[in-house]
């Protein structure tokens, strides 16, 4: 089956509404999308065949944890021809494009493995080079919002076949103006893990850095000499200035001896071993939105549960730091409202 028949497969199709669907029945497109969805997917189905399906626009919501930010959510029927392109060719190529150490937007990796890898690559640095070095601690600023449309397209059509390319441009072109892609569709998860792939390649193969990392935007160098890593944040900002992005000025050289923040966690090197604590700005944040959620529940606005479900999400992902002792709080919290809402 070549990329065309992939995309315009009917059961590929199915899958990918039944995908679109989970957690999604209760939105307007999606029932609309379902009360038909036989003949919506055969619709689908001839635009995609003849390259007449076009992006039906955006609703636009802001989001404010883990920081504020807007989100453009795309209609159902997009859903669903985004899972089509990026669960059979996009995402599962990535592998084979991205360094090891690129860990958003691809299968296997993820938050829980980019930890893994950070503590290993500082383990490894210790016992090379002690406590003396240091890291660079960078990320980008604004970064989603200020991809150019232009050099995304050109970088995801160098990496992806030819029968893609009308999709990915056509997603890519679904906003306005020529800068700035959409927070929410799936795609752009790969087109921002890809935009910055070259940055990547030119740090650990040009700099020769070899403990390096990043998350989306968010990346971290480790080298015994300072002034090394100064001159590699320069030619970072030579790099990024190709792209049109800045790094952002909270970016910075930390000593090794006091640790680095990744990903919410602390990861610091503690009698020859590395401990990992959450972060109290993470921890702070998050005791504000269960307090918020606390209030909603006793004053009815919400239910129990969802409070409930909220903590235990959150305790997944705090779970990994060493502190467990920061639980007691939440549970006691909610134990007082089982008992409240039990005595009604």
Not at 181 to 189: F, H, M, R, V
Not at 283 to 297: G, Q, S, T
Request: aromatic share 14%.
């Amino acid at each position: 089956m070549n990329n065309d028949e992939i995309i315009t497969d009917f059961d590929n199709l199915y899958r990918a509404f039944l995908k679109s669907k989970n957690n999604r029945s209760y939105k307007m497109s999606a029932m609309y999308f379902q009360l038909d969805a036989i003949a919506e997917l055969r619709k689908l189905q001839r635009e995609l065949s003849d390259h007449s399906y076009k992006v039906s626009g955006y609703t636009s919501f802001t989001v404010s944890y883990p920081k504020k930010r807007n989100i453009l959510a795309c209609k159902f029927r997009d859903k669903v021809v985004q899972h089509v392109l990026c669960d059979n060719i996009l995402i599962p190529m990535l592998t084979s494009i991205c360094i090891r150490d690129n860990y958003a937007g691809q299968v296997g990796k993820g938050t829980g493995y980019a930890r893994d890898r950070m503590k290993k690559k500082m383990e490894m640095f210790y016992f090379s080079k002690g406590m003396s070095g240091y890291f660079y601690r960078g990320d980008i600023s604004k970064y989603y919002y200020s991809i150019n449309h232009e050099k995304a397209i050109d970088i995801m059509e160098y990496h992806f076949p030819e029968e893609t390319h009308w999709l990915i441009e056509e997603f890519v072109n679904s906003t306005d103006g020529n800068i700035g892609i959409a927070l929410g569709n799936q795609i752009n998860t790969v087109v921002s893990n890809l935009y910055l792939d070259g940055l990547d390649k030119f740090i650990t193969g040009e700099l020769g850095i070899r403990y390096y990392g990043r998350y989306a935007d968010d990346f971290y160098l480790i080298h015994p000499d300072k002034q090394y890593l100064k001159y590699c944040e320069n030619c970072i900002k030579e790099y990024l200035d190709t792209l049109d992005l800045k790094l952002n000025p909270k970016s910075q050289i930390i000593p090794f001896k006091n640790g680095i923040s990744f990903l919410g966690f602390h990861f610091y090197v503690r009698d020859g071993k590395i401990d990992i604590r959450l972060d109290n700005k993470k921890k702070r944040e998050y005791r504000r939105k269960f307090n918020k959620l606390c209030k909603k529940v006793r004053s009815k606005e919400m239910d129990l549960s969802v409070l409930e479900t909220s903590y235990q999400s959150w305790k997944n992902h705090a779970s990994y730091c060493v502190d467990h002792g920061i639980f007691r709080y939440y549970e006691n919290k909610l134990r007082e409202l089982r008992r409240k809402q039990y005595a009604h």
